[in-house]
Each structure stands twice: as C-alpha cells, then as structure tokens.
C-alpha cells in the first residue's frame, strides 16, 4: 500500500512532537485512524465517550503541559460534537488543534449524509486558522500552518480532511508555480517590554502606598517572579481562578480568589487598595476590581487584546509574566511601611478561620463546604485538582489551600459543565505519575461525567499512579443556578428545572471496576478521604451534600440580599431549609462579622 495522505497527516504531527490525540472514530476520518494504527503506537490514540470530552481533554492537556492539545473526530455529528470542548480552548487561551473528517469530494455540496459545512461551524472557534484540504500536496502547509498559529497564538485551529483525501496517495507539492513549500518547527519567543516601559511600571509601582496584585493562569510559571515582586511592594496577592495555582495559600498575603467565587480579603483588598498590579488575568468581573480612578494600573499580559480590558491601565506591558517580572524587580523600591501587608494578612486570617466556621456548620446531612475543608490538608503533594462548574466550584475556589508544585483547573473562560473528568483524565494522560482529583456537581455528573468514569475504568491500569479520585456532591439540585435564581432574580426555586435525580453515583463506579465510597455524615469525611487516597485504584467518592448551603459571594451586596428576602416571601418551596442553611452565612456576609 503506498503512503496515504492520513499516513503523511500522522508522520507530520508525529514530527511536530504530537505523542497523544484525543477523540472518537468514525467511517468520515477512517483513512487517519488507519494511518494511527499503521504507526504502531507512535502517536497514542486516547478514546472518549463522546467528542466534546476528546476536546476537553486536548484543551486541558494543553493546560497541563503547555503543549498543544490535539482532538480528531467524523464528519457531520463527531465534527459538531468538539465545539463546546474546543470554545472551552478558546476562552481560556489553548492551542489546540481540531483534526475532522469530511464528506468525500465528490459528493460535497450535495446535501449528503453527514454532510455539515464545517468550515463555517468551525470558523468562529477556529477562526485563527480553519482549512478544509481538497488535493493532497495541500495537506503539509494545512498541517504546519495550524500547528504554528495554534502555538504562536495560543487558538484553536482545525484541520478538515475529505474522507477519500485521506485515503489518496500522499504527493509532496511539486516544485511549480501556485504551490507552498512549508516547514515545521516552533520555539517561544521570549517576549519582555522595552526598558523605558519598565520604568514607566516600576514608577506607578513605586510611588503606591497600598499594592494590590491579581494573579491568573498567565502567571502559573512565574511563582518565584510574583512572591519577590509582592514581597518588594509589600503588595498583598488574589488569584482569579484558573491562576489558583500560581501562588501558594501559605503565604500569609496571598488572600485566595476573587470574584463570585471568590474571598472576603480579596474583595477588601481590591476596594482599598491605591495601586493594582494585574499578571496574566483575564478575570471578568469589574466590580470586584478597584473603581475607576481609585487605583492606578500596571497590567502584564502576552496578549495584547487582554491588555486595559477589566480596568484602564496606566501602564500595559506585553510580555511573559516571569521574564517581564524579572526585568521589573531591579527597577522597584522595597517598601517599608508595612500596614497595608498587615492589614491583608489580618484580613486573611480571619477569613480561614471565617471559612472553617462555615465549613464546619451544621447542614442536612452534610455541609459541602466539609467537603473541601477535609480534603484542604489531606492534598497530596502535586496533586492536581480540576473542578466542574457549579457550587462545588464555589468550595474549590475558597477552601482548597493550594501549596507549591500542585496544579488545578477548570473551564473558565467558557465555564462549561462536564469538564472536570475529561479534564481529569487529561491530567492522568499529560502526568501519569501525579494524583488527580475531580469535583463535580451531580448535575454535571448526569450530563456528561458519568460517561466519563467510563473512560477512567479503561485506562487507569496505564497510569503509574492510580490515584484518580472523583468527587461527587450529591445534592439533587442544579444548586448553583438555583441560588442564582433566588438571589439574581429574586425567584424562588423552580423545582422543575432544578430538581434532579437521586443517582447512587458510587455503586455505578463499582460497577464498572472502580472503587466506590458513599458519605452522608459528616464525621466520615476525613476518613473517607484518606481511604480514596490510599486506594489501589481510581475512586468515586459522593457525598450527600445540603442543597441549602448558599454559594454566594463573599461580600453579596444589600440589592441581592433583598431578593433573597423576595424570593422568601413570594414563596420558595424549600423555604425552611434555606432559613436554616442560609440565614446564618448570609447574613454573616452582609453585615461582616468584626
Ligand atoms: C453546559 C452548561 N449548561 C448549563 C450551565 C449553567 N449551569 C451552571 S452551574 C449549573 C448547575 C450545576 O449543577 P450541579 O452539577 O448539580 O452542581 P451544583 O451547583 O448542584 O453543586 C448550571 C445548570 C453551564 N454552566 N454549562
Ligand atoms: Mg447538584
């Protein structure tokens, strides 16, 4: 058989350094799972449940390696499925590369079976680079192409192949007029501001009383870089959420995350504060920032399309948070005043005592709070943990205490739910060696994840370490959106689109070869962690969670806590349990407790 073009698709990617790709078969891309199995194992082939997982676990690899994430699927509905995985890419700044399959040639345009037009679906997500090849010398500069701009500009591109392409012969683009001759190859550059701007920074900088830093996922690599800067601005630290792992919580001046999911001294800070000094954030959120005009701004970003976005900065430098923070420490005067750090670092105190209180609060039958308070200490050393979207990402967010070495992510441009598996499995796939953890909601179970466990049953053996844990909290509720409801809208719970299904998650795990562990007391929690962490194999651990535990913000203001109060008196069906689980917290958060 001579080399087909999906022969020529797979040596390229191979030489492009692509070891692992992610997706689902199907007879529209045939002609490249041939060419995978062809290869013998040079590139790995990892199955999925359903395509949209495929790109989560290319996005999330992309995350937890700083590689490029690569997913592949069919024609029509495979193609379809990744878009949600690789929106997921997008907004949090992946490369990734979608490979799909297409209808043949010859039958294009035709409205044949599973014929959809994906270089139009594809062109938002991918719009950076989406090509559909149709001759195969056309094939080497499509691949080369979207693997550069995936890298160079941290997008998600697509790669869509005809499916009688892919089992054509492969031929090299002949040397003649209206041909590309292209090559492989990529090295970050190293990007730094010029010295002038430095300066300019390093004078806003110096010359504040009261420096706040936020910190997000462009800053995970520049630990070191962020502790010496803050430490020579005495400037106190938040973290918005996918940079939860780029300052350790034992630090006494790092006041945790920031926004709706976020802390009370991230909150105070950012409202007191005279300077901000923002790495790699694209947090959304602008009330939680300084007012306008309160602070004045320094900014560092790679993109500058992130740059002066959330708030208008004096000074927007383009550059790699740890090499532009190198360049910046000389140019900085040690501050030492010491009031402001110690004013965040009382703040931040208290706020770990004010969340254990609140983790340890009765609940009905167990606070899900306990739940990320118990495993908090109990995090093994490099550990990753991803986080679905909804309440748990609330507990995630405040009450994990994250040390040097470990990682954690979730969907957080996009704020998908059914993340946190793929994301988990992602994480097992770029780290065998490394502990994972998942939480995730029972809603976002039921949607996706579920299927997901399905995937952890047919790989774990693979992995050197086979701790994978997944936590579910079990509350039969679509708890985040129903808080959303009643304190957003000011409308009670609407227990048709709220309330789902008691699903004994744990016995499924142990039906499907996996370890299951079931909680409903909290006294058990501890124990039940350390069991899951200690087990020769991967875990579902559910906890029976209270719906009625508010994850609210930390600072929630008196509009919102007034539509709570409406939405009491218009009459939530769940009115006495929310009394008893909210009144407490919430209004503990009104009116700060001193
Ligand atoms: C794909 C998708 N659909 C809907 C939403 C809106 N949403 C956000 S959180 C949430 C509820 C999640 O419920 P569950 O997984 O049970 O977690 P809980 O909040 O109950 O802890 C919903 C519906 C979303 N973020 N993503
Ligand atoms: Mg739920």
Redesign the pocket.
């Known amino acids: 058989m001579s080399r087909t073009v999906g022969d020529f698709l797979v040596e390229r990617l191979h030489a492009w350094g692509v070891r692992k790709i992610f997706g689902y078969p199907g007879d529209g891309i045939n002609g490249v799972f041939g060419a995978l199995n062809r290869a013998d194992g040079k590139i790995q082939f990892i199955q999925a449940r359903h395509e949209e997982m495929a790109a989560f676990m290319a996005s999330a690899y992309a995350k937890f390696t700083g590689e490029l994430g690569v997913c592949i699927a069919t024609s029509g509905p495979g193609a379809s499925h990744l878009i949600t995985g690789l929106y997921d890419a997008r907004l949090d700044h992946m490369p990734v590369l979608a490979i799909a399959g297409q209808q043949s040639r010859n039958a294009l345009g035709g409205h044949y079976q599973q014929e959809v037009d994906l270089p139009s679906l594809f062109k938002d997500v991918a719009g950076a680079f989406v090509q559909q090849a149709s001759t195969p010398p056309q094939v080497r500069h499509l691949v080369d192409r979207a693997i550069r701009i995936a890298l160079g500009e941290r997008r998600v591109t697509a790669v869509i192949l005809p499916n009688d392409l892919q089992e054509a012969a492969y031929e090299e683009p002949p040397r003649k007029h209206g041909t590309i001759h292209s090559g492989i190859g990529f090295s970050k550059p190293k990007t730094i501001p010029y010295d002038a701007d430095l300066r300019r920074a390093a004078d806003v900088l110096n010359s504040g009383r009261k420096v706040a830093i936020l910190v997000g996922a462009g800053a995970l690599k520049a630990t070191d870089e962020v502790i010496a800067v803050a430490d020579r601005l005495e400037a106190g630290a938040a973290k918005a959420l996918l940079g939860k792992a780029a300052l350790p919580d034992d630090l006494p001046w790092v006041t945790g995350s920031i926004g709706l999911l976020g802390t009370k001294p991230s909150y105070d800070m950012m409202m007191e504060c005279d300077t901000l000094l923002m790495i790699g954030s694209g947090f959304p959120y602008s009330e939680f920032l300084p007012e306008e005009g309160q602070a004045r701004g320094v900014q560092i970003d790679l993109a500058p399309d992130m740059l002066s976005l959330r708030y208008p900065m004096e000074v927007n430098l383009v550059g790699d948070a740890a090499e532009t923070l190198h360049a910046l420490l000389p140019l900085l005067k040690p501050k030492k005043d010491g009031k402001w750090r110690d004013r965040i670092e009382k703040n931040t105190a208290e706020w770990w005592k004010t969340l254990e209180a609140r983790a340890m609060e009765p609940a009905d039958p167990v606070n899900p709070q306990r739940v990320t308070w118990e495993l908090s200490p109990r995090l093994p050393d490099r550990v990753i943990v991803t986080s679905?979207?909804?309440?748990?990402a609330n507990w995630y967010a405040r009450d994990l205490k994250m040390r040097r070495g470990m990682m954690a992510s979730l969907s957080g441009g996009l704020?998908?739910?059914?993340a946190a598996v793929p994301y988990a499995i992602a994480a097992k796939f770029a780290h065998p060696d490394r502990p994972v953890i998942a939480l995730?909601?029972?809603?976002?179970?039921q949607?996706n994840n579920m299927a997901e466990l399905i995937t952890i049953a047919k790989y774990w053996r693979q992995w050197s370490d086979h701790r994978c844990i997944v936590c579910v909290?079990n509350?039969e509720?679509?708890?985040?959106?129903t808080w959303e409801q009643r304190v957003m809208e000011g409308d009670p719970k609407f227990d048709a689109s709220q309330q789902?299904p008691n699903v004994p998650y744990h016995s499924f795990a142990e039906l499907i070869g996996l370890k299951g562990i079931y909680v409903d007391r909290p006294d058990a929690l501890g124990a039940a962690w350390d069991e899951a962490l200690a087990s020769d194999r991967p875990v579902l651990l559910e906890v029976k969670t209270d719906?009625e535990v508010p994850p609210l913000p930390p600072h929630i203001t008196f509009d919102e806590a007034r539509k709570l109060t409406e939405s009491l008196i218009k009459g939530d069906p769940h009115e006495g349990g929310v009394i008893m689980g909210a009144a407490r917290q919430v209004l503990a958060s009104i009116i700060p407790a001193k």
Do not use: H, R, T, Y
């Open positions: 679905d979207s909804g309440s748990c704020a998908s739910m059914g995730v909601g029972d809603g976002a179970m949607m909290f509350n509720d679509l708890n985040q959106v789902i719906p």
